[in-house]
């Protein structure tokens, strides 16, 4: 994943914009949280999150910038992602808390570079925290692969 400059300018001032108003996207975020995933801990009571969601607008510029911030935060994302769904919930809402602080400044432009730079965070912390990962590795593509196809010849072969 690579931002262009002017994605790269976008992130940065809406980030500078959600950290001004944080109040208003944080209030926001958490109703739709709330509404989406009604079993989401809510972590106000333990955390500063205010510190931490701008740390993470200022670390959501590069691959390395986002892998360190979520190496140094692993104990805030764990408590807070406790479900590998709970991470995709986490950006839908992001998003949609977005549009509301920003405005008639969330334009396409901004929403697709959130949208990519949050996509890499997701699948960069169900690794980190979950173990998930979507990619898999060739050698085991093609044993799947021709498992399947010796499958499909033996079932069509078959009376």
Not at 56 to 64: D, G, K, N
Request: proline share 2%; hydrophobic share 40%.
């Amino acid at each position: 994943m690579s931002l262009s400059p002017y994605q790269f300018q976008l992130l940065t001032s809406s980030s500078k914009d959600i950290c001004d108003d944080f109040q208003h996207f944080f209030t926001y975020f958490n109703l739709l949280v709330k509404k989406k995933l009604p079993t989401f801990i809510s972590c106000s009571n333990l955390f500063d999150h205010k510190q931490y969601i701008c740390s993470l607008t200022e670390h959501l510029t590069s691959q390395q910038s986002i892998w360190l911030y979520i190496e140094k935060n692993r104990a805030y994302l764990s408590r807070l992602f406790q479900d590998k769904y709970q991470v995709n919930v986490f950006r839908e809402a992001f998003l949609m808390a977005l549009s509301t602080t920003l405005k008639s400044k969330f334009t396409l432009a901004v929403r697709k570079a959130w949208q990519s730079i949050l996509f890499v965070f997701t699948n960069m912390v169900q690794t980190q925290i979950h173990g998930v990962s979507n990619v898999i590795s060739m050698l085991q593509y093609r044993n799947k692969r021709s498992m399947t196809t010796q499958l499909n010849g033996k079932l069509r072969s078959d009376p």
